[in-house]
């Protein structure tokens, strides 16, 4: 059929079978850290600063030359994710400013030629595999500070003058072909030089017919996939090189920003929202629509009661640190996650015959038969019904202390769980169910 031949399409022709056993880790790990690390960080207003603002290259370079992330601990930043649950990490190795993280023989753009003189990504990555998270990188397909990359929609010097004559003229002399090869060499370096790497996040291509965007054909997609498969065979990668569908290779869909209610329509598809604290991926000082605690977890529980991932981005300050901010949030999400993880991890939407009770989300581990309920909600009356789950449930407890929670039918296929008055001390508490 039209699927397997797409399957078989597939670059280095692996099986439905082979595809989720590679990715077992990550549907099972379901929450995961990005980092967003640039000179943009020194801006402190948004990681496209440089677009947003229109900069030159020669504007943009006080940025580099004051680059020096004096307190830049990774090990702080791995502990940190791995006490608020998050199982995998991917830290932005180039953003669309250009600058590398990492030591490139390609260019001179680079961490080490700063006053930080260090290879971030090479720290970054022992630092997390320390803590025993698997470790990703973010490569932006697109750089706005590279002589041959040809202008784009989004590049910092075509925001001003969007004419054709202007492209033209930004253009000369720019050799494309260049570029690819850069971009190439570039994610060769990155899948050779850091040991075994878990995750590719490239970023980003134009949906069809923009004007001046850019998309597979730009990339050399297929052949840089290729050469990513064979150099890492087991990582993982996801869908923004401007292919079509799955048989290109790419391993998951990223909804981005999206709010909870949308993420029901990925439901039986492989997935990651990415997502951030704030507006901002990058470090912005002076922004303030930060996400409360309650956002963030319903973020989380309603990525995995409908069958995907989460990736909560953290943007690090210029001198190499979470702020207050993100330091507070990861503690709240550590608090919950410590007492409430068995209801993320290994788990999915619920069966279908299981009807969602009022004011509440569920998760369900198909291994241990668990379904957990998330009361959003905490019923004044001390009863939660459970609609149709007459005969299914054969033990019910609080999922943070394990305290029983005892139950009775209520009615021909109902049952009505009995609840202390006192609500558990968690903004959105658990009920674990052993089902029959
Ligand atoms: O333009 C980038 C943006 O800065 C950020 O890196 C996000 C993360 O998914 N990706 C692009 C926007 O989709």
């Known amino acids: 059929t039209s699927s397997v031949t797409a399957q078989k399409k597939r670059i280095g022709n692996e099986t439905a079978e082979q595809k989720k056993k590679r990715m077992e880790w990550w549907t099972d790990a379901r929450f995961g850290m990005f980092i967003h690390w640039g000179l943009y960080s020194l801006a402190a207003r948004h990681e496209w600063v440089k677009h947003n603002e229109h900069m030159t290259n020669e504007q943009y370079q006080k940025y580099f030359d004051m680059y020096n992330p004096d307190h830049f601990d990774p090990h702080k930043w791995a502990r940190a994710a791995k006490a608020a649950g998050m199982k995998y990490a991917v830290l932005t190795t180039k953003h669309h400013e250009g600058f590398c993280l990492f030591d490139s023989k390609y260019t001179d753009y680079k961490a080490t030629n700063t006053k930080a003189k260090r290879d971030l990504v090479k720290e970054y990555v022992q630092a997390f595999r320390a803590e025993g998270l698997k470790v990703g990188f973010y490569y932006s397909l697109l750089d706005w500070h590279h002589p041959d990359y040809t202008m ?128 901002s991926w990058g470090y912005y000082r002076d922004e303030n629509t930060w996400k409360t605690h309650r956002q963030l977890l319903d973020l989380l529980i309603t990525s995995v009661s409908n069958g995907g991932n989460l990736i909560l981005n953290v943007g690090p300050t210029a001198r190499g640190e979470f702020d207050y901010r993100a330091t507070n949030a990861l503690d709240s999400l550590a608090y919950w996650m410590h007492a409430n993880d068995k209801a993320i991890y290994n788990c999915t939407y619920a069966p279908a015959d299981f009807k969602v009770p009022d004011n509440t989300k569920l998760t369900y581990n198909p291994q241990t038969k668990r379904l957990y309920v998330h009361l959003y909600e905490y019923p004044a009356n001390g009863k939660l019904e459970l609609p149709g789950y007459k005969g299914k449930v054969k033990y ?35 009920v674990e169910l052993v089902l029959q």
Request: with cysteine.
């Open 152 to 279: 784009d929609d989004a590049h910092p010097l075509t925001q001003v003058d969007t004419s054709q004559a202007n492209y033209d003229k930004l253009n000369k002399g720019r050799d494309m072909n260049k570029y690819r090869l850069y971009l190439k060499n570039q994610v060769r370096e990155l899948m050779t030089n850091y040991g075994k790497i878990d995750i590719l996040w490239l970023d980003w291509s134009w949906d069809k017919g923009a004007k001046h965007g850019k998309r597979d054909k730009d990339w050399d997609a297929v052949n840089l996939l290729k050469m990513v498969r064979q150099l890492q065979p087991g990582i993982i990668v996801n869908n923004r090189l401007g292919l079509e569908d799955y048989s290109d290779g790419a391993d998951f869909v990223t909804p981005e920003q999206v709010s909870t209610k949308e993420l029901e329509k990925y439901k039986g598809k492989t997935w990651e929202t990415c997502q951030t604290f704030s507006g």
């Open 396 to 430: 019910a407890q609080f999922l943070n202390d394990y305290s029983e929670l005892k139950y009775e039918s209520s009615g021909s296929n109902d049952l009505t769980l009995e609840l202390p008055k006192s609500k558990p001390r968690y903004d959105i508490p658990v």
